[in-house]
């Protein structure tokens, strides 16, 4: 019962923290799915990623928040609706609900016929080669140190091979990764991929999480 009785209570101070949370209260406001669209929004701000009349490819979409950040600032009027000036393709092994102008593939992005689906989906669009890859993408972590590296290091791995394969030379890739056993292999993998590499912990990022988004900006040829 003791068992129980603290479950309970690490639930309900869970729950009360994130009702209290800032950001839940702005993506509320702001018609956001989820927090994770200010983590977005202040990479984006900082580092000027995304612009008008750019297809960005948005890995590990759902909920969608991240998909929603684009959709706006591809929008010549920041508007949730309406028209759009750009491209938006997502991925996610769990579904999503809809997002006005995004196209969505429902699969695992680890999976080489999902990866073709992809690809075909970005040439039925004209589009040549894209602009901003974003990966949210993050394994199901087990503690084990050695293994959730490993998870972690693959789907980082991925991210940058589809983006050496389909980015513009001067286009951009962030991904989300973790304090640990991966962190300075992946460091080093985007130095050798990236002409600009930063690592950024946003302010919506919460202080207990070992979160950090490593961007890569401009293809070394």
């Not at 993506?27 to 956001?32: E, L």
């Not at 991210?159 to 080093?188: E, I, T």
Request: aromatic content about 6%; glycine content about 8%; charged content about 25%.
């Amino acid at each position: 019962m003791k068992v129980k009785t603290q479950s309970k209570k690490v639930n309900k101070a869970w729950l009360n923290q994130h009702v209290n949370d800032p950001y839940v209260i702005l993506a509320k406001r702001d018609g956001f799915r989820a927090r994770a669209a200010y983590k977005l929004k202040e990479i984006d701000e900082t580092l000027g990623l995304i612009h008008p009349g750019d297809c960005v490819v948005d890995l590990g979409s759902t909920p969608g928040a991240w998909s929603q950040y684009v959709r706006r600032r591809l929008s010549p009027s920041g508007a949730a609706v309406g028209a759009l000036n750009g491209q938006i393709v997502a991925l996610d092994m769990l579904p999503m609900d809809p997002v006005e102008g995004v196209h969505f593939i429902p699969g695992d992005f680890r999976e080489e016929a999902v990866l073709l689906e992809l690809e075909a989906a970005l040439k039925a669009r004209g589009v040549e080669a894209v602009d901003v890859v974003l990966s949210d993408m993050a394994p199901n972590l087990s503690g084990i140190g050695s293994a959730d590296a490993a998870r972690i290091t693959d789907l980082v791995e991925l991210a940058v091979d589809f983006s050496v394969k389909n980015l513009k030379p001067d286009g951009s890739l962030v991904v989300k990764l973790f304090h640990g056993g991966a962190y300075d292999p992946m460091v080093a993998l985007f130095r050798s991929t990236f002409k600009v590499v930063k690592a950024i912990k946003p302010k919506a990022s919460r202080d207990k999480s070992s979160e950090t988004f490593l961007v890569g900006m401009g293809l070394k040829t």
